[in-house]
């Protein structure tokens, strides 16, 4: 079965710092994968979405930007973090066999600082 | 995409048949009903997911009316654990659609009480 990974489970960084984090999707190859942000008791807000290799849509201007070098790894950027990035950081995917649920990492804490 | 509606929140209490119903009038024909169950600090976990008439499974059961304009979600003999943020999704399509994005709404949080 599909399973998302994501690192690290929590990171605490201070404002003005670089960001990365990494998403890899296990057990489905051609996948569609996607980046959330979750502000506490706040829902699911999409962040960018990816259909393949180098091909990244952004739903939200900000400060982040995504890559996807490798058909199962998704990485989320930041080049100078902000105060207002701090949230509860989700990847998913959809991929073979079943194709209509997606499936979710079990997320990164980023606290700014 | 299809925009889907439910109630903020819910309470119920442990023992009892919960239903959250949601709204979502503009569905297409290709989509898919999805429901989604979150707890706090963990990624939404799927629950079960439908096209038409009722699907059950060991968890919950789903039930579409022949319009397809709405669909409720039965959680039987709920307990404690099952207080989470529940989540109603409407789009995909068999084959994937690619270009799918999926947008998640505001969801339902379901308190259980004892």
């Known amino acids: 079965s599909q399973t998302i990974h994501q690192w690290p489970a929590t990171l605490v960084q201070p404002v003005g710092s670089p960001l990365s984090l990494e998403c890899t999707v296990e057990?489905?190859?051609?996948?569609?994968l996607y980046w959330y942000r979750q502000a506490a008791g706040r829902g699911l807000q999409l962040l960018f979405y990816?259909?393949?290799?180098?091909?990244i849509s952004s739903e939200v201007p900000q400060n982040l930007s995504a890559s996807r070098p490798q058909d199962r790894q998704f990485i989320l950027s930041s080049k100078k973090l902000l105060l207002s990035d701090s949230g509860f950081y989700l990847c998913a995917g959809i991929g073979q066999p079943n194709q209509e649920t997606q499936y979710f990492g079990p997320g990164t804490r980023l606290l700014v600082l | 995409l299809a925009k889907t509606t439910q109630p903020i929140s819910m309470d119920s209490y442990e023992g009892q048949e919960v239903n959250i119903t949601c709204s979502h009038n503009n569905i297409a024909t290709n989509d898919y009903i999805t429901w989604y169950q979150q707890f706090p600090s963990q990624g939404p976990r799927f629950i079960i997911q439908g096209y038409k008439t009722k699907v059950t499974n060991e968890v919950a059961s789903l039930f579409i009316p022949a319009d397809r304009k709405s669909s409720t979600l039965s959680l039987p003999r709920v307990s404690l654990s099952d207080t989470a943020v529940y989540y109603c999704l409407v789009g995909g399509s068999g084959p994937r659609n690619r270009d799918d994005k999926i947008i998640f709404g505001k969801g339902t949080r379901l308190h259980i009480l004892p």
């Open positions: 057990g489905t190859s051609n996948p569609n």
């Open positions: 990816s259909v393949g290799i180098g091909q």
